[in-house]
């Protein structure tokens, strides 16, 4: 035991040795790198790391009372008493997280002031006032003496820029992403290629014109300013837009369009920096170039994707551990940045495809306080950053080294006013060719408008090396000078712009549970139009990808039966068991068992008088997640039908029958057209409306109808088409005077009547069939009717009914 303690002392010392009274906060490194004299270290193979120390030396020389040279050091060099040993300043020991917690702090209280004073942030962007508190830091501390810090590209692209990104892209909505892809694509891609160029030439030509100070400058030099400055930039979009609540379509244009140009931004910076030290640029430099921007886009969301699939693969085995569930999220995603950086791939597409494809899967695995914590870890760390962007932009100004030139800084932001409106008006006219929804001239102009500049663009020209470009101070320059001016006149200009022009704002109001499921109905109804139509548009292969995912990725990718059964079946059943025992535990209910359902519980006493039920208050995270269950288990009828198209129909078996019904109804109604055609009607011979009214009066009594009055016949009309001759059916015939009673002199002056056809009785065709209740005289009339005989055909002109003889 004394021998193990023995052994275990030198270590002792080891640890201890930093909080002993002259040794200052550095451990003796005799221990850890060389073995002093007369002490050799011993290795053995054995003991932990290989490293074992020789036996200690006799109790004499490590005894604590031996005496020791007072205040004093083996090399003789006194130091001064302290008042109190342990008490002490050392200021370069917590410097670098000291200064850290204190710029964080003040960002933190910054943003809380301007919101504390509604009247102020109401008027002025918060990124214009946090530009407006860095330029008053930078100018206090270089008045002290003492030198402001700058934003270093490494600090900025490696610590402050992610954060951004992700909670941008984690949270992205995806729906209004994918059905305005095209035209973000567009405006990012050639929008981007034509600010470039168009910037760049116009500025070598006016260097060519500018004078002495701007003749060295070259294209290429002026063609990578162009690429510098061309981009907008996500980080001020986002401070912006989200302060006016623009509508979502506007919203997700320039959003997208900044979070898609980095692609094109990063390709043209490192392609012109490598062209700026050839001696001669080849056609096949300009085609590798050309290439590498797929390389670099495609890369990026390549490396995101493998990110994110490792990223929901993981979270499938983290039930037991629900505390690192958040920690996944933010180290894979980190990593797919890094990753994306080291091969000079676009890091923010990585960023943003690592999120979107983990965050279904991920969601469905974890819990709903690590959602929570993810959700606002995101929002506070990305606020966060881009808080400390805005103050350090305002304390590199000052700290910075400028050179200012009038002609180069007026034309930049000048062209780049000009490039903008060009390329967002002509590519709108091209886009609004294929778009449904085109974009109005209000929309054009808040599209122009809200192209921002910011901190990309001056870490970027940050980045370059004074001995190829000496000319960076003068970049800088009219870079933060186009970036002030984007920020503070079309940042605060705005908002005001958007209420003139009553350009639609975002709804405050989140979408029903009923405008969900017909959203949702529509898709099916649309893919399957899509379907018989025989055109692969955008639902159909939506569609496709979601069966695909659901068929094999959900399978392997989310955690246990949550791949099969829907979530809302299970999400009832939680909310139902926590409400009935929360019911219980309210004492207004005697001990029921737990696992009674709520309906249950309420027809236990059903002789009491009903109690107007009181809803618990949901909160919106709660009710967030019931909208999102909803929407992702809603059951989708058409894919438990058959696939189908129009190349691949199964023939009906009845199809034969259905044809054969068809011909013989045909015919039928051919025969009754015919029937008709011939029909000859024996009418009544009347006479003169003189020479009635001369009989009626003479002898009143005298006049009596004929005695085959009875069997005259009547015309029955179809009403479905009275107009037609084609509808007239002869049924019955009878005069108009029924049971003996003389006509009146107008019924006589209008001879036939027509009357209604009763509808036939199920079964029968439209064929003439005799009725149960007509006479053998009547049924022969028909029959003797229904010949048609040897008359012809009645021509054109002659009239329907043939007047009788």
Request: overall charge neutral; aromatic content about 10%; glycine content about 8%.
């Amino acid at each position: 035991m004394g021998a193990a303690a023995l052994r275990a002392l030198p270590w002792a010392l080891l640890l201890l040795g930093p909080l002993l009274p002259g040794q200052g906060l550095q451990a003796t490194p005799t221990l850890a790198s060389e073995p002093p004299q007369g002490q050799p270290v011993q290795l053995r193979g054995g003991e932990m790391g290989g490293f074992t120390p020789a036996p200690p030396a006799s109790a004499q020389e490590i005894h604590p009372l031996n005496k020791q040279p007072a205040n004093g050091s083996g090399e003789g060099h006194a130091k001064p008493r302290k008042a109190f040993p342990v008490l002490g300043i050392d200021y370069t020991h917590v410097r670098i997280p000291f200064e850290i917690s204190l710029w964080i702090l003040l960002a933190c209280l910054m943003k809380l002031g301007f919101h504390v004073i509604p009247s102020v942030s109401n008027i002025v962007p918060e990124s214009c006032l946090l530009i407006v508190v860095g330029l008053l830091v930078g100018g206090l501390i270089k008045g002290v003496g003492e030198k402001p810090p700058i934003l270093k590209s490494d600090i900025f692209f490696l610590f402050l820029l992610p954060p951004i990104i992700l909670d941008a892209g984690y949270f992205l909505p995806l729906r209004q992403f994918t059905e305005n892809l095209g035209t973000i694509l567009i405006f990012a891609v050639v929008g981007t290629l034509w600010n470039a160029f168009f910037l760049g030439g116009l500025m070598y030509a006016v260097c060519q014109l500018g004078g002495p100070g701007l003749n060295h400058i070259g294209l290429l030099a002026n063609l990578l300013f162009g690429s510098i400055i061309s981009a907008v930039d996500p980080v001020a979009v986002l401070a912006v837009f989200e302060e006016i609540h623009i509508n979502e379509l506007l919203h997700i244009l320039v959003f997208g369009e900044s979070l898609l140009n980095d692609a094109v931004t990063v390709v043209l910076y490192h392609l012109f920096e490598e062209f700026a030290n050839f001696e001669q640029v080849t056609i096949i430099d300009i085609i590798l170039g050309f290439l590498s921007f797929f390389v670099v886009s495609l890369g990026g969301v390549f490396v995101g994707v493998i990110y994110g699939v490792i990223a929901a693969f993981t979270s499938r085995f983290t039930s037991h551990i629900r505390v690192i569930e958040p920690l996944f999220v933010f180290l894979y995603s980190y990593m797919a940045y890094l990753s994306a950086e080291l091969f000079h791939l676009s890091g923010i597409m990585a960023l943003i495809a690592s999120g979107v494809v983990m965050r279904p899967y991920v969601e469905a695995n974890i819990s709903h306080k690590s959602h929570t914590t993810i959700k606002y870890f995101l929002k506070m760390w990305s606020s966060v950053s881009e808080t400390l962007i805005f103050i350090f932009l305002g304390v590199s100004t000052v700290a910075g080294h400028h050179y200012w030139n009038w002609t180069f800084v007026i034309s930049t932001l000048l062209f780049c006013l000009i490039a903008r409106v060009l390329g967002v008006l002509v590519l709108t006219w091209f886009i609004n060719k294929f778009r449904i929804v085109k974009l109005t001239p209000k929309d054009q102009f808040i599209i122009a408008y809200g192209g921002l500049r910011g901190a990309i663009a001056f870490s970027l020209c940050y980045l370059l090396d004074y001995k190829h470009f000496g000319m960076r101070d003068m970049f800088l320059t009219a870079i933060i000078t186009v970036i002030f001016f984007t920020v503070f006149v079309q940042g605060m200009t705005i908002r005001p712009l958007v209420d003139l022009l009553a350009v639609k704002k975002k709804q405050e109001t989140k979408r029903s549970i009923n405008e969900e499921i017909h959203t949702q109905f529509l898709d099916h109804l649309l893919t399957g139009i899509e379907d018989i139509c025989g055109h692969y548009g955008h639902h159909h292969w939506k569609d496709k990808l979601n069966r695909f995912n659901k068929k094999y990725v959900k399978k392997c990718l989310i955690a246990g039966e949550r791949s099969k059964e829907p979530q809302l079946i299970a999400f009832y059943h939680k909310m139902e068991m926590k409400q009935a025992i929360e019911l219980v535990e309210s004492g207004g209910i005697g001990k029921i068992p737990s696992a009674v359902s709520t309906v249950s519980i309420q027809n236990i006493n059903p002789k009491t008088l009903p109690v107007e039920r009181i809803l618990p208050a949901l909160s919106k995270d709660k009710e967030e997640e019931i909208r999102k269950i909803l929407r992702n288990n809603l059951q989708k009828t058409r894919q438990r039908l058959r696939s189908y198209n129009r190349h691949t129909l199964v023939a009906d078996p009845y199809e034969e029958a259905w044809n054969q019904m068809l011909l013989r109804r045909q015919k039928a109604r051919q025969l009754e057209q015919k029937m008709n055609n011939y029909l000859t009607v024996p009418a009544h011979k009347l006479d003169s409306p003189t020479m009635s009214r001369a009989r009626i009066g003479s002898d009143p009594l005298a006049y009596e109808p004929k005695a085959d009055s009875e069997n005259l016949p009547i015309i029955t009309i179809d009403p479905a088409s009275p107009q037609s001759p084609e509808s007239v059916d002869l049924m019955n015939e009878e005069p108009k005077g029924c049971g003996g009673l003389p006509p009146s002199p107008e019924e006589d002056e209008e001879g036939l009547v027509m009357r209604v056809k009763e509808p036939s009785s199920p079964g029968t065709d439209d064929v003439f069939t005799p009725g149960t209740g007509d006479s053998p005289s009547n049924q022969r009339m028909l029959r003797c009717l229904s010949d048609p005989g040897p008359r012809p055909e009645p021509e054109e002109g002659e009239p329907f009914i043939p007047k009788g003889q």
